[in-house]
């Protein structure tokens, strides 16, 4: 895996920030994205700048890391969710699954549909 210089990797997070909570990234999407944001950043919450996703049961999870367990706790009252242990949470996202519904028309007989042979 290729890091940026900089950036936080994932066990720095999960060692910082253990206090976890995941949320659907369906109801993280839009305008929660924002209030969830705003909450925090008024609520002075320890959150981490940079989230874990990870995907199960077909859903796409993001994961709120906090410094503090109160503050976890306090997010979790606001927004729901579920606690997660860095040490259980899913590690990789479940991508083996997904249909790709072009990946049929772009092979047809073993053969690439874009290609003149």
Known sequence: MVYRKGELS???IDREWPHQVA???SFVAGRNFMVIHHFC???DLS???RQHFFRRNDRDHVVYCF???DHAERFHQRFGGEHIDP????????NAHRYDA???TRHY???CTHCDD
């Open 10 to 12: 994932k066990s720095t």
């Open 23 to 25: 949320l659907a990234a």
């Open 41 to 43: 950043r008024d609520e």
């Open 47 to 49: 959150l981490c700048p």
């Open 67 to 69: 410094a503090e367990r």
């Open 87 to 94: 040490l259980t949470r899913p590690k990789k996202t479940d």
């Open 102 to 104: 072009a990946a049929q």
């Open 109 to 111: 007989n073993g053969r």
